[in-house]
């Protein structure tokens, strides 16, 4: 049974940092493309970065270029997202997804599996 279990969210203020973890179970990872996405309060569900499977290529929203990194560690079947100069829209839930087949990075529909989230809230 696939698992994907985030951690690593909370409060902070304006210009601070968090790392967002996301421990993956149940198959190997190494080959799928991994993502993350977030959803404020009333808002959809939006992409925030992606990486491939080996981790040679990612992807990052427009609004997170520069300030966050997507990285994963194949061995422990992880992916996280470093998170910088967090603003207060950067307030949301987080998501982690596995995406096993072909499919736009940015598209949450090309995602096959997902977590429950782990909220993260930016203080001004």
């Known amino acids: 049974q696939v698992q994907l279990v985030e951690s690593g969210g909370g409060l902070v203020q304006a210009g601070g940092s968090l790392r967002l973890s996301c421990a993956a179970s149940?198959?190997?990872?190494?080959?799928?493309?991994m993502g993350w996405f977030r959803q404020a309060p009333g808002k959809v569900r939006e992409f925030v970065a992606a990486?491939?499977?080996?981790?040679?290529?990612?992807h990052y929203a427009d609004f997170v270029k520069g300030r966050f990194t997507i990285s994963r560690d194949n061995a422990k079947n992880t992916v996280s997202l470093q998170m910088n100069s967090l603003i207060p829209e950067d307030t949301a839930v987080y998501y982690c997804?596995?995406?096993?087949?072909?499919?736009?990075?940015?598209?949450?529909?090309?995602?096959?599996?997902w977590g429950q989230g782990t909220q993260v809230t930016v203080s001004s």
């Open positions: 997804a596995v995406k096993y087949y072909s499919g736009t990075y940015s598209d949450a529909r090309a995602y096959d599996h």
């Open positions: 149940g198959r190997t990872f190494s080959s799928y493309a």
């Open positions: 990486i491939s499977g080996s981790g040679d290529s990612s």
